[in-house]
């Protein structure tokens, strides 16, 4: 399997490291020669100097026999002149590019099959922008991914040291939980950012975020349980008219919440106040203390900083918090920030080229299971997989399965019925079954042995 990278910015970095992880040959054409000489010592792949849009590098990085192709540096024309090039020298199976500028949204005929044949267009913003509407979508919390068509919602909650669950251990909240009439099942523990695939001895402790398995349901019954249920958001601040901002505040006009949007620019206030219906634009110069209580901030259910600079996105966050906002969410674009941000009293942290990552990595898992979800701060993978007769999952306790210590089955869709089971010990997969795996980077390998069934990764 061999894979082209164009561009080794942050995305380009992250896909190719997690690829050669896996023994994957990767090329990678990066214009930075500084950049490059890093990169041959860092990662184990070709890494080539020069320009995406050059014939001749393309060459050299065996265009010719590559079987997919991701061209994702800062410049769409590149991009997109890559993707040409490449798809003029060979037939690759899958292309993907990364393209920012709205206006190609509106000539979507030039990236179908008789043209130049891209299989997925990645925006960063975007994928920002679904991160966050996943987390407004279950009040209260950190971060939050859907699966199974929506059916199954994993979301990550802080534990405080006020939380019934603080010292329990998970098989005396499950007893608690089933006597209480519910059922669900806690997944994962992010703690001091190392996550742990738990057992049942295994206690909660303060400052825990735990992963709990949720249906498509308000789940108010099962927060309140852990003590982390908050009502649904009604009323959200936006700090920054960026192109994130602005897909926020549209999505949310679909939900009738009311929006406030706060923007420095004046002629940008004017084009977002034209394209928004419902969203009430504030034309602010700069942010301060007075001008969040003035805009009774702490009235919000939740303010999001989504300006081009990350450092007022994390000092506005912060400051909304101190004047009582319940949930805080900041954008930003230094991957090395985000645990330093969440450490220090933000609620969420999202970047937008961790969001694409992991959009490009469900693409290209697509071909050997239903989806795969990367969670935007932790090293881990949501997976979805149908149980197939061959596999060791089927037709015995989930407890007699010899199943990777870094991986759990975290939800079962009864086939055929589309009823969702938190599994048990002694919960029996049928199949046909959809099973939802959460598991640890890197146990993917682990993890196909015992579904023994023989799919290739593109």
Not at 39 to 65: F, P, R, Y
Request: aromatic content about 6%; overall charge negative; hydrophobic content about 45%.
């Amino acid at each position: 399997m061999s894979v082209l990278i164009i561009g080794a910015g942050e995305v380009g970095f992250m896909i190719a490291r997690r690829l050669t992880e896996e023994n994957i040959d990767v090329y990678i054409v990066e214009k930075d020669e500084a950049k490059v000489n890093k990169l041959s010592q860092m990662i184990d792949a070709q890494v080539i100097w020069g320009s995406g849009s050059s014939i001749k590098t393309l060459k050299k990085a065996n265009v010719e026999h590559a079987e997919m192709l991701i061209a994702v540096t800062d410049s769409d024309e590149v991009n997109l002149v890559a993707a040409f090039i490449a798809g003029s020298f060979t037939d690759i199976p899958a292309k993907i590019v990364r393209i920012r500028n709205k206006e190609y949204e509106s000539s979507r005929k030039i990236f179908e099959e008789e043209y130049l044949d891209i299989d997925l267009i990645i925006n960063p913003e975007q994928e920002a922008a679904n991160t966050i509407m996943n987390i407004i979508d279950i009040p209260g919390s950190q971060d939050a991914v859907q699966v199974a068509g929506g059916r199954i919602r994993l979301g990550g909650f802080r534990i405080g040291p006020n939380s019934p669950l603080v010292y329990k251990s998970l098989q005396e909240i499950s007893t608690s939980s089933t006597t209480n009439g519910m059922n669900f099942l806690i997944a994962a523990i992010l703690r001091q950012m190392n996550l742990l695939i738990p057992k049942g001895g295994d206690k909660i402790l303060p400052g825990d975020r735990v992963y709990v398995v949720l249906d498509q349901g308000d789940n108010r019954e099962i927060l309140t349980f852990m003590g982390a249920y908050r009502k649904p958001m009604q009323n959200i601040m936006i700090y920054g008219g960026s192109i994130t901002g602005e897909m926020l505040a549209s999505a949310l006009e679909h939900r009738n919440v009311s929006v406030k949007l706060i923007e420095h620019d004046e002629k940008r206030c004017i084009d977002l106040s034209e394209r928004l219906s419902r969203t009430t634009v504030l034309n602010i110069p700069a942010m301060n203390r007075d001008l969040l209580e003035a805009e009774r901030v702490s009235n919000q259910d939740v303010f999001i900083a989504v300006s081009g600079d990350e450092e007022a996105n994390i000092l506005s966050s912060l400051l909304a918090k101190r004047i009582g906002c319940p949930h805080v969410v900041s954008q930003v674009m230094n991957s090395d920030y985000v645990p330093l941000v969440s450490d220090i009293g933000v609620d969420v942290v999202v970047n937008p080229r961790m969001a694409a990552v992991a959009k490009i990595l469900q693409f290209i898992r697509k071909g050997r299971i239903f989806s795969m979800t990367s969670l935007s701060d932790i090293e881990a993978e949501v997976l979805e997989v149908e149980a197939m007769e061959t596999s060791d999952l089927v037709e015995r306790p989930i407890k007699d399965i010899k199943w990777p210590k870094d991986a759990i089955i975290a939800g079962v869709i009864r086939g055929g019925e589309g009823k969702v089971i938190a599994p048990k010990g002694d919960t029996v997969i049928d199949p046909g079954d959809r099973v939802i795996i959460f598991a640890k980077r890197g146990t993917m390998p682990k993890v196909e042995k015992v579904l023994s069934v023989k799919l290739n990764y593109f």
